[in-house]
């Protein structure tokens, strides 16, 4: 059966408690799962306790960490849990692990990062560059369309970077970059790749093993679960990097490079998030089994068949978005419009309105219960390229599967009715 959103918005306890808001804040984090609240719960009620202990509650709260590793090995298609990091989110770990990396270069090398992205995956990158002595090469992108430069990208490829530095989809302009041929490309250079995924984990299908990467992060607040970080590292990779830690944390992984005591019931969580794909997948799935049935099995196809089936539903939200925001008089949408090259973006659109500064768009959509981000929402290279932040960014509208048509009309008449 296709995707029923009044089914899907009954798993959501904030939407049933907030029945007139729309939330097309997504983009800045999306509502709570019932599966993952109730994970949560049941961490902290009933077995909260710290690693390895002898009593009854410690073994089963490794028991529900060791779940989670295994859930998220299961949602990048990792080749085993011990791939999995978790840590406080996307921007802390991509710190972590750029100190690990950094120690491999040297005065002289070049590091490769990408003006389309969140500057959780440039800044880090620069910061480690310059503790090292390590030049810094930026990708530009098209502000005609926002899709990423693939001929300034090839020429960065010349020098040979260390790294490649780039993101899955853009959190302002919603473009989905060709990551699996940018992986490839980076390779055939010699360069390490690390994914930010963090703002496509929410509309599609993620497969570490196809698309090759080294390293992939994304955070669970983004996909319906709570505030934390997840990082995929290549067994290989991750077992000859330096780990930043205290003594007597272990050498083994995943431990090694999460430092300190983890948030257990975060993690709890992050398995309910999965847990909550998997139902997608079996309810709402079935006609993509075929599809992926020969390579994925059991829960690894479900989830998959869950990213489907979201992807078909919000190439309907995305269509009526576009829609809805050509008929306002006075706005300009940055990023592709062409309703034709859906495939190329998630439902994540940034646009300015003639006359009105984006914060006081976003405070007019807040009077009608309708939630937009407005600002740089730390994609800051976008906006300084669009020449846009000195003067207030964009405004943000994120829907995503639990969104309905219905919510897109009531955007487009209030927005219609600010002009």
């Not at 959501?12 to 983009?27: E, K, V, W, Y």
């Not at 360069?191 to 984990?201: E, G, N, P």
Request: hydrophobic share 40%.
């Amino acid at each position: 059966m296709p995707l029923d959103p009044l089914l899907v918005r009954d798993q959501f306890p904030g939407l049933r408690q907030n029945p007139a808001t729309i939330f097309f804040d997504n983009p800045g984090g999306t509502q709570i799962a019932q599966a993952s609240f109730d994970r949560m719960v049941s961490y902290l009620t009933q077995h909260n306790a710290n690693h390895e202990g002898a009593f009854r509650t410690s073994q089963q709260s490794d028991a529900v960490l060791n779940e989670a590793h295994a859930a998220m090995a299961d949602f990048y298609n990792a080749a085993r849990p011990e791939e999995i990091i978790f840590g406080n989110n996307m921007t802390t770990l991509t710190l972590h692990i750029s100190r690990s990396l950094a120690r491999t270069w040297s005065h002289g090398d070049t590091i490769v990062v990408t003006r389309l992205d969140h500057d959780a995956n440039a800044t880090p990158w620069v910061l480690a560059a310059q503790d090292r002595g390590v030049q810094v090469r930026w990708v530009d992108f098209d502000v005609e369309d926002g899709t990423l430069d693939l001929n300034d990208f090839a020429a960065a490829m010349e020098s040979h970077p260390r790294l490649v530095a780039v993101g899955y989809a853009s959190n302002a302009l919603g473009t989905i970059n060709p990551v699996k041929k940018l992986v490839q490309i980076a390779h055939e250079a010699g360069a390490l790749t690390y994914i930010d995924a963090v703002q496509y984990a929410a509309h599609g299908p993620i497969d570490v093993q196809d698309l090759g990467c080294d390293f992939l992060v994304s955070s669970s607040y983004k996909f319906f679960g709570p505030h934390a970080g997840i990082l995929y590292g290549r067994t290989d990779l991750l077992d000859e990097l330096f780990a930043y830690k205290v003594r007597p944390a272990p050498d083994s992984l995943p431990g090694r490079f999460e430092t300190g005591t983890q948030n257990h019931e975060g993690l709890a969580g992050v398995l309910g998030a999965v847990e909550y794909f998997d139902w997608l997948g079996q309810t709402f799935g079935q006609n993509y089994q075929e599809k992926y049935a020969e390579r994925f099995s059991g829960r690894r196809l479900h989830l998959k068949q869950a990213m489907a089936a979201v992807r078909a539903y919000e190439f309907e939200i995305s269509r009526a978005v576009l829609a809805a925001l050509g008929e306002v008089p006075g706005l300009r949408l940055y990023g592709l419009s062409d309703p034709r090259r859906l495939e190329e973006r998630v439902p994540t659109f940034a646009f300015t309105l003639e006359g009105w500064h984006p914060r006081q768009v976003a405070e007019k959509m807040a009077e009608q219960n309708i939630n937009l981000w407005d600002g740089n929402y730390y994609a800051i290279s976008v906006t300084e390229r669009l020449g846009l932040e000195e003067s207030g960014g964009m405004v943000r509208v994120g829907p995503v599967h639990y969104n309905t048509l219905e919510e897109v009309e009531r955007l487009r008449e209030a927005l219609r009715g600010l002009v």
